[in-house]
């Protein structure tokens, strides 16, 4: 039986003064792994994280495996604060399990940080999870009914969980994870270290993303990641995306495909393509700032309106709005600097500085703006609260005219499959008109792309999308308990 060694934790970062935009959806997870012998695992599995920290700002861990040892750190904060050369060092193995994690389920706590790791007859399994189980509250209380307590309050323990007492019952490392995945009902992309090998899996609709690229050497060296640019920067090839319904296999003797569900329908969440994935990434054999080229293309020829110039709100707005502007030929232009160093901070505005307008993560270039009748893109509005702010600040600036443009459709209902979006009566345009919501967010003139533009523009089959956010209509069934509220689901699986 392996042992768990856990260096000391050298930071504690409470999550208080964690800054996101309001109304923005917030994702639930970056996993990484990579099956690496005789190479530094914990620093490659470090840098993937580095890349996929957009995907999650809240915790971060990562577990490594040697022959007979499972060593792991985890804890709040960004990747660069949770970890150092020093802990790098004592995260020795030849494969490394990685999570950087944004709540969608459970509280805030550096208990729930991941992967989650748990004891089984064959010896340690640590799991790093992407996505939301709708059905929680079932299989916590199926789960209950063993001996085995639960040290955190994520849908994610669950379903190590569940495949560590399918071991326990005397089934393989494959059986165990197929029998555990037929209990999921929900959205879950899993990267998952056994003494025996890694895993990589999807549901059967594939609604979160995961990609698998190889490391050369003298051995063919395997990695799994949430996007592809957690490969690029480590200098990983490439190889296919984890396919809905497959579980992969990857030993010292390869890489082996097995495909357990029976139905899989491939339903990838479309905001992925939208907003969440980094622009560099590639989705569909290209990038996804090629895809949001084209939604602004498409918008150009949805809602074009005379301007004087196009910007985008930085940083997700921006290829939206260079593809309105060449579509248009209105040119494009920055009116908003971002500080990109705004990721966290210990010392908080006091009211009065709030109210006085102390702006910490966008400027405005006043020269740019004033005088002229502006066309900002962003690529969401979910409450409006920063699209208000930002319009006011583009007319404190001197903007004669401001007209915004939105390269998806109104966002009228809640996601339930990992991504941390507000009950439908806190989203603005399920309870809203365009022109309410121009006048509440203090527009000339608002237009949002269409959902047939939106998946026109992906130029792969449209079916084979979630755009449940959009119209509500939900790949995987929703319990009603569960979609009465978002606030209903926070309560019931904590």
């Not at 290209?286 to 910007?311: C, I, N, T």
């Not at 915004?404 to 009950?423: K, L």
Request: aromatic fraction near 8%; hydrophobic fraction near 40%.
């Amino acid at each position: 039986m392996m042992q768990y060694q856990s260096p000391q934790s050298e930071q504690n970062f409470s999550t208080d003064h964690l800054e996101h935009r309001p109304d923005k959806p917030e994702e639930a997870c970056g996993v990484f792994g990579v099956y690496a012998p005789e190479m530094a695992v914990a620093k490659l599995t470090y840098f993937g994280l580095y890349a996929l920290q957009h995907r999650g700002q809240e915790s971060a861990g990562i577990a490594t495996f040697t022959q007979n040892q499972v060593y792991c750190h985890k804890d709040m904060g960004l990747v660069s604060q949770v970890f150092s050369e020093e802990i790098l060092e004592k995260l020795p193995g030849y494969m490394g399990i990685g999570h950087t994690r944004y709540s969608t389920t459970g509280s805030s706590l550096k208990a729930n940080a991941q992967p989650a790791i748990l004891d089984t007859r064959l010896g340690k399994l640590a799991l790093a999870h992407n996505g939301n189980l709708v059905n929680a509250v079932e299989l916590r209380a199926e789960l209950a009914k063993s001996d085995r307590c639960f040290l955190t309050t994520t849908d994610s323990e669950m379903i190590a969980m569940a495949i560590a007492e399918a071991v326990d019952d005397g089934k393989d490392w494959l059986e165990a994870a197929v029998n555990a995945f037929k209990m999921c009902e929900g959205a879950y992309s899993l990267v998952i270290g056994t003494p025996e090998g890694m895993m990589g899996a999807r549901d059967p609709h594939g609604i979160r993303p995961l990609v698998i690229g190889t490391l050369k050497g003298e051995k063919t060296r395997y990695v799994l990641a949430s996007e592809t640019c957690g490969l690029d920067i480590i200098g990983a090839e490439y190889l296919r995306d984890v396919e809905p319904g497959e579980l992969v296999w990857i030993t010292e003797a390869g890489l082996a495909s097995f495909h357990w569900s029976e139905k899989p329908e491939r339903k990838l969440c479309v905001f992925e393509m939208i907003y969440f994935a980094r622009p560099d990434s590639t989705m569909h054999d290209e990038s996804l700032y090629s895809y949001r080229l084209r939604l602004g293309e498409q918008l150009v020829k949805e809602s074009l309106v005379p301007a004087d110039m196009v910007m985008g709100v930085p940083d997700s707005g921006i290829p939206a709005a260079i593809g309105f502007s060449r579509a248009s030929d209105i040119p494009y232009g920055e009116g908003l600097i971002k500080n990109r160093y705004v990721g966290r901070t210990f010392i908080q505005p006091t009211q009065g500085m709030r109210e006085a307008g102390i702006r910490m993560k966008l400027n405005t270039l006043r020269d740019a703006i004033a005088g002229k009748r502006i066309i900002i893109v962003d690529d969401s509005i979910v409450r409006g609260t920063t699209s208000r702010k930002i319009v006011k600040a583009l007319r404190d600036a001197g903007a004669k005219e401001v007209h915004m443009r939105i390269s998806s459709p109104p966002v009228t209902h809640p996601c339930f499959y990992g991504i941390d979006t507000d009950n439908q009566d806190h989203l603005i345009a399920a309870t809203k008109s365009i022109k309410e919501i121009e006048a509440q967010i203090g527009v000339d003139t608002l237009a949002y792309l269409s959902w047939e533009g939106m998946l026109e523009a992906t130029r792969v089959n449209p079916k084979s999308f979630c755009s449940a956010c959009f119209t509500g209509d939900y790949p995987i069934e929703i319990p009603e308990r569960v979609k009465r509220s978002k606030l209903m689901l926070e309560k019931t699986q904590v």
